[in-house]
């Protein structure tokens, strides 16, 4: 079982376009997170929520809204696809909400916007 | 804004050589953690560290937390092509800060 699980693993679209990517975890976790890399490998958190709610929202332009349906689930929606959102988006999770325990990544979604 | 710097951005090493990588925060970090992406993969959780000056051991892996809680270091023992990925530090200001990883070859 995988612990947490994204989809889709690859997403190729055109600018301007919306599309949506969706986590779950099966860990019971309380705290999820959106983190992104670029293509430098840089890791930046944009957004984390605990038990549903937003708890931390990084300087992220509103065209990226996360939606948390329930603790185990944290989808990642972007509107108006701009080329600089290529990178790949990781989803965590994690017992804690304060940082002090280990995250546990998802797999990855590669988002690619021509 | 908060930063962890980390270095070297790369390494390259031939098999059996050591290794280490290096994290450096302006402020103090109330813990530290190390992972390891592989090529293609996730990050991976190695360790956390909490206490000044500690020190973790992992089989070849060494961990340090300094004693001022500002700065870390990753050392690697004879190095092995499974060790081949990018380890990063993250530093909890509040916040978990990355660091930019350090990117390890290993040439067999």
């Known amino acids: 079982d995988t612990a947490v699980s994204q989809t889709p693993k690859y997403l190729v679209t055109q600018m301007g376009n919306d599309k949506s990517i969706k986590c779950e975890q099966n860990?019971?976790?309380?705290?999820m997170y959106w983190y992104k890399q670029d293509s430098k490998k840089f890791l930046k958190i944009m957004f984390s929520y605990n038990n549903k709610e937003l708890i931390i929202n990084e300087t992220v332009p509103n065209r990226f809204s996360p939606k948390s349906p329930d603790k185990a689930h944290l989808n990642l929606h972007i509107n108006s696809l701009e080329l600089g959102d290529s990178a790949v988006y990781f989803c965590?999770?994690?017992?804690?909400?304060?940082?002090?325990?280990?995250?546990?990544f998802g797999e990855g979604s590669r988002l690619t916007v021509l | 804004g908060q930063q962890v710097m980390q270095i070297p951005q790369y390494q390259h090493v031939q098999e059996g050589e050591d290794f280490t990588t290096y994290c450096n925060s302006s402020?103090?970090?109330?813990?530290i953690q190390w992972y390891k992406q592989r090529p293609g993969g996730h990050p991976v959780f190695l360790i956390q560290?909490?206490?000044?000056?500690e020190v973790k051991k992992q089989k070849r892996l060494t961990f340090q937390f300094g004693e001022a809680k500002k700065n870390s270091s990753l050392h690697i023992t004879a190095t092995q092509t499974t060790d081949v990925g990018t380890y990063f530090c993250?530093?909890?200001?509040?916040?978990?800060?990355f660091g930019k990883g350090t990117k390890l070859s290993v040439k067999p």
């Open positions: 402020t103090t970090l109330s813990n």
């Open positions: 993250a530093g909890h200001q509040g916040n978990l800060i």
């Open positions: 965590a999770s994690s017992l804690r909400t304060d940082f002090t325990g280990e995250l546990f």
């Open positions: 860990l019971g976790h309380d705290t």
């Open positions: 560290l909490v206490k000044s000056g």
